[in-house]
């Protein structure tokens, strides 16, 4: 299957934050072509394990988490009208006109609509429309509505994945099945060679939420490196360059305290070697990423964050180029070759 294809299937699931259990099946299907075991562990997370001939191996951990944002049923009125909450880092102003997927019982589609501008005051008008004020329309009378939906089920942001010109493609979740997708160009690259570490690949999940599948699997895994995979900010109108990375020009580095200094340079070093296009990102704190939770589990686990690019975060339109994708599954699985016999020394500072 072609990234494409794997894209456009990955971003079509359903895997909201804390529910990611409901497409965990036919995530778990992708690994399973390149990895020599795959399971899933009591939070959820999909791992996939590459093993080596090695007798005592070094662990090294990808992560890339597979949840996304989205919302959740609070009451249904006497109309049959949804009032939702959100769940992750949902941008209100985005919601007005939005189409959803309502999980009951049934899967409802569904209409996020407010009062129409000609009937809103010119107070109304001026401002964003709140979350409270929003309701989601399946088009069914209240007594049916109250049958088929529960107070607590999941809705998802309806989008499909489009194609753009050079490259580029668009849709919702691609924060982060990008990163999953890395990580599955990476196992390609290493599939049928012999590597001398034990390679996990992790799709995690409750990202959005507080980085919890990282922080679990970390401590069940204890790997001796761990390299979290996740999007950043690509170049938009309006935004600073320096807030944003420009896509199609490769991958993104992190430097920063919550990044392994020898472990990055010697990333950056391979990139240049295979004339690998990158970038570099500097980060003085808390990535927000699971490297944060990686690089403080049990006694520390030297870390890396890869990045890729995306425009228009936490929407329906997120927007990527597919190089970068390429490029940093080649880069990753060409630096987890090349770690042999380096490892002890890389890891000391």
């Known amino acids: 299957m072609s990234t494409n294809d794997f894209l456009l299937t990955l971003s079509s699931l359903t895997a909201v934050s804390g529910y990611e259990h409901v497409s965990l099946t036919e ?8 990895c020599d075991l795959v399971y899933d562990d009591k939070m959820g997370n999909i791992i996939g394990v590459k093993k080596t001939k090695t007798k005592t191996p070094h662990k090294v951990m990808l992560a890339a988490h597979m949840d996304e944002i989205g919302l959740m049923v609070k009451s249904i009125d006497e109309k049959g009208f949804i009032k939702f909450t959100n769940i992750g880092g949902v941008d209100q102003r985005l919601l007005l006109a939005q189409e959803v997927i309502v999980h009951g019982k049934e899967e409802l589609f569904g209409v996020i609509s407010a009062k129409p501008p000609h009937l809103q005051s010119k107070e109304e008008a001026n401002k964003a429309v709140k979350m409270e004020d929003l309701v989601i329309d399946v ?3 209240a007594e049916k509505v109250k049958k088929l939906i529960n107070i607590g089920d999941i809705v998802s942001f ?3 994945l489009t194609t753009l010109m050079n ?6 979740s691609m924060d982060n099945r990008v990163g999953v997708a890395v990580m599955i160009e990476c196992l390609k690259e290493l599939n049928r060679q012999d590597i001398d570490v034990e390679l996990y690949a992790a799709a995690t999940v409750q990202e959005e939420v507080g980085l919890r599948g990282a922080t679990v699997i970390s401590y069940d895994i204890n790997p001796d490196i761990g390299i979290a ?32 200094p020898k472990l990055a340079k010697k990333i950056m070093n391979i990139a240049k070697e295979y004339n690998i296009p990158f970038q570099t990102d500097v980060d003085p704190g808390n990535t927000g990423t699971d490297a944060w939770a990686i690089q403080v589990t049990r006694a520390g686990i030297p ?6 690019p995306l425009r228009y975060m936490h929407t329906t339109v997120e927007t990527v180029c597919y190089n970068d994708i390429a490029n940093a599954g080649k880069l990753l699985a ?5 770690l042999e016999g380096e490892l002890g020394e890389l890891l000391c500072y």
């Open 167 to 172: 490259k580029y493609i668009c849709g919702k």
């Open 303 to 308: 870390t890396l964050l890869v990045s890729i």
């Open 229 to 260: 995979i996740d999007v950043c900010h690509g170049d938009t109108p309006d935004v600073s360059k320096d807030e944003t990375y420009v896509t199609s020009k490769g991958p993104v580095i992190t430097l920063g305290p919550n990044i392994h």
């Open 139 to 141: 088009g069914m009378e």
């Open 334 to 338: 060409i630096f987890i070759r090349k």
């Open 158 to 160: 309806r989008s499909s």
């Open 27 to 34: 995530i778990k299907k992708f690994f399973q072509p390149y």
